[in-house]
């Protein structure tokens, strides 16, 4: 065991008191993963999903519980995707917060409960669900997530209902006198060929220093469609570990997009089990990092079952000595045949001393199959950018209209057109010469 | 308006330009020819302030200023347009985007109030019908999956909407079809008027139909060989650029391949 997770060691285990009153499937499900955590500690180097990533600073850093936290509705309500309706579950420092919260209504065919009650309500639901996916054996930041994890939204969303709007979680980090960790859990099941729209939003109010450890599984069952998309944009200063985890039945559909714009070390595993036949997986993501930021994607997608398709195109953008790390996995297993699967990684460095790792990861057991693959790491193009300035556009200007066209590649594909549009805003202040821009025709 | 005195630029370590003189007035329309390799695009390049393109002696003086102490974009707001002769293909910047952000910097510079959407829309719409320009290609990202002809096509509406002091065609006629041949001409003699000016670089006379030139200059390795009037470009379309110093043998300036369409 490493000695650096002795620290953490002894928190969960203080927090197993509160555990006592569980039931006994959830106590074992903590138990076991305190075990694995115990048994691995943090990862380093030396492992090969954290090669590239360094995640030292996290285990030297010891972080305390949150102390309570006052968060006013003004402060939600900015960090809300404006013009969407649906239900809002609010987390401040990982602890639901109903009075910020609004709930689904009654007839909408969707349910959200915080923790305590889905254990009260629907223990059964709970039990075959929760942590089912998300396994820990191997994944050290699953496990200590499951071990410790305080309270969490569970979402359940009934067969062939379709939901209007979207549901938002959003998951609020306040400034703590010292380093506090939360662990953030979310459980989506979605009926069959039901369809919902979950907007999971990662925000600091103000700069936090913390961890925020996040777990989240969505389970479609058949047929039921998900359109996904994870907005972490943490400050700078803060660590962000996350796992989004999908498994996907039979002819069901899910579409997510992962925007990694914030935290001075930023880890994202996004995980899709193409359980049932005809799955289709769309995984995209886009990544920003500048200053010494590190941000890491890993993604895997398991193609379990015949005819299943897998798209993913993750873009990033890292200026001054910002690394970026990003890890396609992309396993057919030997029964899952006429799969088709494509993976795309593009990232731009605009400077000479970003950089970034890219590696695909294809492990290919069927013979029928159609895989492809591509990465590119470059930079502005020079033509390109020689052409707006012809035009009288200012270099700055002509530098972020092409910073911008890069990551709208990946934007321009988020479906719900309010959040693509408060993102693609959002983004044009982040990013390098930023502009509003404004869109003719 | 245009001064151009005893010009070297190179590229790299390649002296292609070496000792141009060229003087353009308002008002007058001046053809560049010359064989391949001759400067031409150099030349154009280096008016428009293309950063790979390194001015070693000389100096350019435009509307009094000196030209080459100004950035490209400056260059451009002062009323310079450069019709490229590869436009740039650029993925998710919308064609009529970068126009308006085009139009109104120029429209800044000169202190006048940026251009509304309506505005915008409303001269859009004049400059696409006098250049039968497609509403389609104009709503894509710009010059992506456009023909050669389209893009070309775009090069010339986009001149329409800026409406330059000084417009610089490198090449815009290579590769077009008659049609497209003369809708660049309709948008070229659109702007001529007595306070504007117009250098048309062209490898091939028969654009010089339908732009016709005040003057013609003939360019050889890195110099301006000969100058004289519209002339000029017919007696090479009859003997080819062969007798140039430098030029490959018989090079012809005529484009054989819009003989035979004509």
Redesign the interface.
């Known amino acids: 065991m490493a000695t650096k997770a002795s620290a953490y060691l002894s928190m969960v285990e203080r927090a197993q008191g509160s555990h006592a009153g569980e039931p006994a499937w959830l106590r074992d499900l903590r138990g076991s993963a305190l075990a694995e955590f115990r048994r691995a500690g943090f990862p380093t180097t030396r492992h090969e999903d954290w090669r590239f990533t360094n995640v030292a600073p996290i285990g030297d850093t010891p972080f305390v519980e949150p102390p309570p936290a006052e968060v006013s509705p003004d402060e939600v309500a900015r960090v809300l995707v404006p013009g969407v309706a649906g239900p809002v579950l609010v987390f401040v420092d990982g602890r639901f917060a109903g009075k910020l919260s609004t709930p689904a209504p009654p007839s909408g065919g969707v349910t959200l409960r915080p923790l305590a009650d889905a254990l009260l309500e629907r223990p059964a639901v709970l039990e075959a669900h929760l942590g089912r996916y998300a396994t820990v054996a191997d994944r050290p930041f699953a496990a200590l997530n499951t071990a410790s994890f305080e309270d969490g939204a569970i979402v359940e969303v009934a067969d062939a209902a379709v939901v209007e709007g979207a549901i938002q979680v959003v998951f609020l980090s306040t400034v703590t006198p010292a380093p506090a960790v939360s662990h953030p859990r979310v459980l989506v099941l979605l009926g069959r060929h039901s369809q919902a729209r979950v907007v999971e939003t990662f925000a600091g109010l103000g700069p936090t220093r913390g961890l925020t450890n996040a777990v989240s599984e969505f389970v479609l069952d058949e047929g039921a469609w998900l359109d996904h998309v994870r907005l972490q944009r943490e400050p700078g200063s803060a660590f962000h570990v996350g796992r989004a985890q999908f498994h996907v039945g039979r002819a069901a559909r899910v579409s997510s997009t992962a925007l990694a714009l914030g935290g001075l070390i930023a880890r994202l595993d996004t995980v899709a089990v193409l359980a049932g036949e005809g799955a289709d997986a769309t995984l995209n993501g886009l990544y920003l990092a500048d200053g010494v930021r590190l941000v890491d994607n890993h993604t895997d997608i398991d193609h379990a079952v015949p005819h299943g398709t897998s798209r993913q195109l993750y873009k990033g953008i890292l200026d001054g000595r910002a690394r970026g790390v990003f890890n396609g996995r992309v396993r057919v297993r030997p029964d899952a045949q006429k799969t088709d699967a494509r993976q795309t990684n593009k990232t731009l460095l605009l400077s000479d001393d970003a950089q970034v790792n890219t590696k695909p990861q294809l492990e290919i057991f069927a013979d029928d199959v159609k895989c492809t693959h591509g990465a590119t790491v470059g930079q502005l193009s020079a033509e390109a950018l020689f052409y707006l300035r012809a035009r009288g556009i200012g270099e700055q200007d002509a530098r972020a209209m092409l910073v911008r066209a890069f990551a709208a590649d990946v934007t321009g594909r988020i479906g719900l057109d309010p959040l693509r549009a408060d993102i693609d805003r959002r983004l044009a202040s982040m990013l390098p010469g930023g502009r509003v821009a404004e869109v003719v025709a | 308006m245009l001064e151009i005195r005893n010009l070297h630029a190179r590229v790299g370590d390649k002296e292609i330009l070496k000792g141009i003189d060229l003087r353009v007035d308002a008002g007058e329309v001046h053809a560049v020819m010359g064989p391949n390799g001759s400067g031409k695009s150099t030349l154009a390049g280096v008016l ?4 790979e393109y390194v001015v070693t002696e000389g100096s350019v003086v435009y509307r009094g200023r000196n030209l080459l102490d100004l ?3 400056e ?3 002062e009323g310079i ?2 019709a ?1 002769q590869y ?2 293909e ?5 064609n ?8 109104n ?2 429209r800044a ?1 000169r202190g006048e109030p940026e251009l509304d ?1 309506i505005e ?2 409303a001269l859009v719409r004049s400059k696409m019908s006098l250049l039968g320009m497609d509403q389609e290609l ?2 894509r ?2 010059n992506d999956g456009f023909s050669g002809g389209e893009k070309k096509r775009n090069e010339i509406f ?1 001149m329409a909407v ?1 409406e330059p002091a000084l417009a610089i065609l490198d090449e815009t006629d290579s590769g077009l079809d008659i049609d497209a041949l003369k809708v660049v001409a309709g948008g070229v003699n659109a702007l001529r008027s007595p306070d504007r000016a117009a250098v048309v670089v062209t490898h091939y006379q028969r654009l010089l139909n339908y732009i016709v030139p005040d003057q013609v200059h003939v360019l050889s390795d890195g110099r301006i060989v000969r100058s004289g009037g519209r002339g000029l470009a017919l007696e090479l379309e009859e003997k080819g650029y062969g007798w140039l110093a430098g030029a490959e043998d018989n090079e012809p300036a005529r484009d054989s391949r819009l003989e035979a369409r004509a």
Do not use: C, D, M, W
């Open positions: 428009a302030g293309r950063p950035q490209p974009e260059r451009a707001r347009f450069l490229f436009p740039v650029i993925p998710g910047v919308n009529l985007y970068f126009l308006k952000a085009a139009l910097a120029v510079h959407a915008f829309t104009l709503s990202p710009v986009q800026l």
